[in-house]
């Protein structure tokens, strides 16, 4: 159980357009505290892809961008790449735990 | 660049303890205020650890709150985590990270994978 709901599982085209939710609660997300997206690949670093819901850090390409609605965020990927596949989640602060929440990652592959 | 390097036993005993040490190169461990360790067992999502202040403040997991301690040193760019009593669901790779002002992470180590197994 993990306090961030993500779609464990998520696949696309080259080329396509893929969304990713994180759904939270009154204790992290809807009370106000900003989401942060990251990649992984398996045996190396997460790489920070958005902070606090729709802000990319230099070096990001434009070709992923963030929204907000309510309790829940979404991390978009358009133009998909065969390098995008990868595991997606997103990260929180929770005022019950004091200290982050995650959601359980997407994995995303590139057919 | 910063760059976190974790260094600590990759095999630890049941009830034995889990000690890890990420040491901060590139710039100041004083850059960021906290510092977090995060785990993912096998086949798993990511779970919160707890953060260490660059005072030496710490915040713990509820969950691992008892079996938990951390600690931070200054002169050697360096911060640690102790985990006591462990079991096999202990078993996960660990990541060191930096804990931002709003409280994304940035930046991460590798990880390091440390089974518990006799």
């Known amino acids: 159980q993990f306090v961030l709901t993500q779609p464990p599982s998520l696949s696309g085209a080259p080329g396509q357009r893929v969304t990713i939710s994180c759904t939270g609660g009154s204790s992290n997300i809807g009370a106000g505290y900003g989401v942060h997206w990251y990649q992984h690949i398996p045996g190396s670093a997460p790489k920070l892809l958005l902070f606090t819901d729709t802000n990319r850090p230099s070096g990001v390409p434009d070709r992923f961008s963030g929204s907000k609605s309510g309790t829940s965020v979404s991390l978009a990927i358009t133009g998909l790449q065969t390098e995008d596949e990868a595991t997606y989640f997103c990260?929180?602060?929770?005022?019950?735990?004091?200290?982050?929440?995650f959601g359980g990652g997407t994995k995303l592959t590139v057919l | 660049q910063v760059r976190l390097k974790t260094s600590g036993a990759g095999q630890v005993k049941p009830a034995g303890t889990l000690s890890l040490t990420c040491t901060v190169s590139g710039a100041s461990i004083t850059m960021n205020s906290w510092w977090t360790w995060v785990r993912q067992p096998p086949e798993r999502g990511l779970e919160w650890i707890g953060e260490v202040s660059r005072d030496g403040n710490t915040n713990y997991n509820p969950s691992l709150k008892t079996r938990v301690t951390m600690s931070l040193d200054k002169s050697k760019s360096q911060f640690s985590l102790k985990l006591t009593s462990v079991t096999a669901a202990d078993t996960a790779v660990y990541f060191c990270?930096?804990?931002?002002?709003?409280?994304?992470?940035?930046?991460w180590g590798q990880g390091t994978l440390v089974t518990v197994s006799s």
């Open positions: 990260q929180s602060y929770d005022i019950n735990l004091s200290g982050s929440v």
């Open positions: 990270a930096g804990v931002t002002e709003a409280n994304w992470l940035e930046p």
